[in-house]
């Protein structure tokens, strides 16, 4: 294998950092671009010993020259707390980011991946969702920032392509789950292994009957790896996500069979646009990277409570 120099922008966050750990596995030089705003150094902690793990705090709203052989563009906040937080911020980060990422990939002549998301489908009226379905997305919403912001950067992406004929690369990340979660991030999965492991009742959202698809989070990065290993004449988008589809009230009660104990439910409302159902169609997944997830509902759960269990007694 070639070592290349690999940077991952986000890569001190939840897949980021993961996707590191599995980039210096490999043998390659990482350069970590990151401004702490959902993501955290401890998240590298256990790798920054490794020589060839190099780590800046930027801003990828601000132009960056370095020089870099492949580009992971994770960089933008993932939850709805937190890209709701700060709305603009969000849309400049997907937007003023993917530009800046772009530049520089073109002037450099990097390959340059974009963790696109199943978000821009909206509230799919087509399910499962498949690439070639355009969405129904809120334009004026509370998620639009984030929404539509990725939608514009992967726009920006195909433009590039189309104007430079670079080798861009966009993955259509379906709900990720695993250790490495915040514990504070509102998700669903963090939230409920959370409060079923403190004795606290979990929060579903309206009646609990949307669905969600989980994929565990190192299937999905062996899929983004695979993508970012393609022939110049693939350029996605290709959704990478696991099929198998519940609903959150299930989900729910997954998780309090798995923690034990005798944690209740209790029913919040539902924040506006909230799809109500997704679930990815991975055909193309199958076809053209020969990806599949591996790791089943639960034995992902088990290894995340795992993890949060450690997180709660140590603190
Ligand atoms: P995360 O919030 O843990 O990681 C995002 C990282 O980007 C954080 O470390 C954050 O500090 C950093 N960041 C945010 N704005 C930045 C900026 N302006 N400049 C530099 N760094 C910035 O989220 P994640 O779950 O690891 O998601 C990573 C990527 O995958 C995101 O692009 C997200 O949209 C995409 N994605 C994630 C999921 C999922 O379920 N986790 C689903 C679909 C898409
Ligand atoms: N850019 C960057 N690093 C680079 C090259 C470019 O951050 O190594 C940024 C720079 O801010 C520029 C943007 O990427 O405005 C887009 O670059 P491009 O070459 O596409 O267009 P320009 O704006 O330079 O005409
Ligand atoms: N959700 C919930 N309880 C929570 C957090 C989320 O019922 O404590 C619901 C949320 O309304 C959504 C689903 O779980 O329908 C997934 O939410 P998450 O924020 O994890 O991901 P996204 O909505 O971005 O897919």
Redesign the pocket.
Known sequence: MVERRILVTGGAGFIGSHLVARLLEQGHQVLVVDNYYSGSRSNLAHLISDPNLEIMRHDVTF???VEVDEIYHLACPASPVFYQRDPVQTTKTSVMGS??????A???KAKILLSSTSEVYGDPEVHPQEESYWGHVNPIGIRSCYDEGKRCAETLFFD?RRQHDMPIKVARIFNTYGPGMRPDDGRVVSNFIVSALSGRPLTVYGDGSQTRSFCYVDDLVDGLMRLMATPHEVTGPINIGNPHEFTMKELADKVIDLVGGDATVEYHPLPSDDPTQRQPNITRAREILDWKPTVELAEGLAATIDFFRKQLTTG
Request: glycine share 8%.
């Open positions: 132009p960056l020259y530009i800046n990422m772009l530049g520089l073109k002037r450099t590039y």
